[in-house]
Every structure is written in C-alpha cells, then in structure tokens.
C-alpha cells in the first residue's frame, strides 16, 4: 500500500490565535453580512460560495462572488437557493456540479418542509447557469438530518448524518462511489467519531487525510474545534486536535483546503471591555463592527504538504 504523505501545518504553539498567521478572508464581502460560513472555492479558484445567515441563524442563504482577475465582483444570492434555508456548498471536481444542504421540501407543489438533505445543481459549463436543485436520495439522504458534503477525487461521499436511533450525535459517514453508484453510507471509525459531535469533515482529494469539527471534546480549547486524522495503512488514526493557533475557546469550525491554504470559520472575539477613556459613537460602533467581533467569520491559514 502506497504511504500517505502527512500533513504538516503551519501552527506554533506559543503563540495566540490572533499572532499566528490566520488571516481574514475577503473581508469586505464577508462583512456585510451578520454572520458567514461554510465557504467552498471552485476548482478553478474564480468562484466561492458561502453562507450567510442571520443574527440568531434562522435564516441562510447561498451567496455566490465571482473573480475577474484579481477583483472579486459583488456577491450574488445564488440562483438556486434565497427561497430556503441553504447551507454548506461543495463544489464537483469539475466545478460543473455542486453540493449544498436545504430544508426545501422534495416536491414543488407542496410547503411541507423536510428535515436537512443533501442537495446538487449542475451546469453544462463554468460559464452556464446552475439547474434547479434535485435532491441527492437515497442511500446518503434519510429520514434523519444529512449535512456539509465532501467528496474526494474517486467520488468517495464524506458527509454528516445525525441519527438520533443510535443514541449518538452527529457522526460522520462515507459512502463509496462505486460502479458510478453510491453505497450504503458507513459511520467513520471510532478514532474519529466519539459519543459527542462530530461534524463539517473536509476530506483531501486523495482521502490521505480528513479534517473536522468536533464540539466540546477533552483536549478541545472550548466550544467546537477542527481536529485532523490520517489514512494510514491500519486505517484512520486516532483524530488531533490542530492546536491552539488554529482554535480557540470560541467556535471553529467548517473546515475547506484548496492550494495548500485552510480555510475555515471561527467566532473569534477580540472586542475590548474597558477602554482608558469613554467611547464616541465612532469609536463605539467600530469596534461592535470589527471583523473579529465573535460572529461567524473566514480566515485563512496557510498549510504545507510535505512527502515524508
């Protein structure tokens, strides 16, 4: 069996998230609204898709942003989604196909809302406009909720199922692609999923390496943190967790790679509660409306892949 190149992160340990190399991501876009997640880049690196949700999270939609060169346009409602609750897209390999969660009911005619499915729209080219959305079926959708979609390059579907049945939470699955047919999806090993949450698991072209959310776990910095597990030849390894210069004592979650950069969430706050001297209204709403300000917001971290 071939060896799997592991993944060396970027990360020193001494020092604070807010030293470490994590920037912001098209900051400007993203500020303008309350909260952002989940984003996917299209293979092609002109096109990123996230959500945007409301304060309290009751609302989501599918923002679309273009490039030309190297201006990002201004963001658009995606054409498939604004009338639902949408979340975590996923791009197809070819860019031609994407992923993305919904509450939509399955049939047009009526208003009854389903629990979350995985959902997919195509197009004939990267410059086409995107189909209207088809639910993914069976055997990777249920009557239990199914979210945030990664496939690797063999068509391998990683993705999270909550099935309340099996007295866990949420657990991350896999569904083989073969014979171009999906497989009954199998829950990842317990190396990776615990009695906790599991969730938004990002996993590499090669499936050399998985990356995920997991909430409140022992060595975790407080709330969710993104931990990494490696495919070795006994199997996926016992899951770690990315450190302190990629987590911290907020949430952080929504992992994404592409070109040796990780993308992620965080509700990083970095807000002041006392100042040497009173506010004014300038100053006060700069600082309510600084990016790291505890809402859902990107960043970006680089990351090396080193061949051992």
């Given at each position: 069996?071939?060896?799997?190149?592991?993944?060396?992160?970027?990360?020193?340990?001494?020092?604070?998230?807010?030293?470490?190399?994590?920037?912001?991501?098209?900051?400007?876009?993203?500020?303008?609204?309350?909260?952002?997640?989940?984003?996917?880049?299209?293979?092609?690196?002109?096109?990123?898709?996230?959500?945007?949700?409301?304060?309290?999270?009751?609302?989501?939609?599918?923002?679309?942003?273009?490039?030309?060169?190297?201006?990002?346009?201004?963001?658009?409602?995606?054409?498939?989604?604004?009338?639902?609750?949408?979340?975590?897209?996923?791009f197809s390999n070819d860019?031609?196909?994407?992923?993305?969660?919904?509450?939509r009911p399955l049939d047009?005619?009526?208003?009854?809302?389903?629990?979350?499915?995985?959902?997919?729209?195509?197009?004939?080219?990267?410059?086409?406009?995107?189909?209207?959305?088809?639910?993914?079926?069976?055997?990777?959708?249920?009557?239990?909720?199914?979210?945030?979609?990664?496939?690797?390059?063999?068509?391998?579907?990683?993705?999270?199922?909550?099935?309340?049945?099996?007295?866990?939470?949420?657990?991350?699955?896999?569904?083989?692609?073969?014979?171009?047919?999906?497989?009954?999806?199998?829950?990842?090993?317990?190396?990776?999923?615990?009695?906790?949450?599991?969730?938004?698991?990002?996993?590499?072209?090669?499936?050399?390496?998985?990356?995920?959310?997991?909430?409140?776990?022992?060595?975790?910095?407080?709330?969710?943190?993104?931990?990494?597990?490696?495919?070795?030849?006994?199997?996926?390894?016992?899951?770690?967790?990315?450190?302190?210069?990629?987590?911290?004592?907020?949430?952080?979650?929504?992992?994404?790679?592409?070109?040796?950069?990780?993308?992620?969430?965080?509700?990083?706050?970095?807000?002041?509660?006392?100042?040497?001297?009173?506010?004014?209204?300038?100053?006060?709403?700069?600082?309510?409306?600084?990016?790291?300000?505890?809402?859902?917001?990107?960043?970006?971290?680089?990351?090396?892949?080193?061949?051992?």
């Amino acid at each position: 069996m071939k060896r799997i190149l592991p993944l060396i992160f970027l990360i020193f340990s001494q020092f604070s998230f807010s030293q470490n190399l994590a920037k912001q991501f098209i900051p400007d876009i993203v500020s303008l609204f309350p909260n952002v997640r989940d984003v996917a880049i299209s293979p092609n690196g002109k096109e990123v898709m996230f959500s945007a949700q409301s304060v309290m999270g009751n609302l989501s939609t599918i923002i679309t942003v273009t490039k030309n060169g190297k201006q990002w346009n201004k963001p658009k409602v995606a054409s498939f989604s604004g009338q639902y609750f949408d979340l975590e897209p996923f791009f197809s390999n070819d860019g031609l196909k994407l992923f993305f969660v919904s509450k939509r009911p399955l049939d047009a005619t009526t208003t009854e809302v389903k629990d979350f499915d995985i959902w997919y729209v195509e197009r004939q080219t990267l410059d086409s406009e995107w189909s209207e959305a088809k639910n993914l079926g069976s055997p990777i959708n249920t009557e239990h909720g199914e979210f945030y979609p990664s496939i690797a390059e063999n068509g391998n579907f990683y993705f999270t199922r909550d099935d309340p049945t099996l007295g866990k939470k949420d657990d991350l699955y896999v569904s083989e692609f073969i014979n171009s047919t999906y497989t009954e999806p199998k829950a990842l090993p317990d190396t990776i999923n615990s009695e906790g949450y599991e969730y938004n698991a990002f996993v590499a072209p090669n499936e050399s390496y998985i990356l995920f959310g997991s909430y409140n776990r022992k060595d975790g910095f407080g709330s969710g943190d993104i931990y990494i597990s490696y495919n070795s030849e006994n199997g996926w390894t016992e899951a770690k967790n990315l450190g302190n210069t990629i987590n911290t004592d907020k949430m952080d979650y929504c992992p994404f790679v592409k070109n040796d950069v990780l993308y992620f969430t965080s509700k990083l706050d970095n807000t002041k509660t006392d100042f040497k001297m009173s506010l004014s209204i300038k100053e006060l709403l700069q600082e309510f409306n600084k990016y790291d300000n505890g809402l859902s917001r990107l960043y970006q971290v680089s990351m090396d892949v080193i061949a051992d």
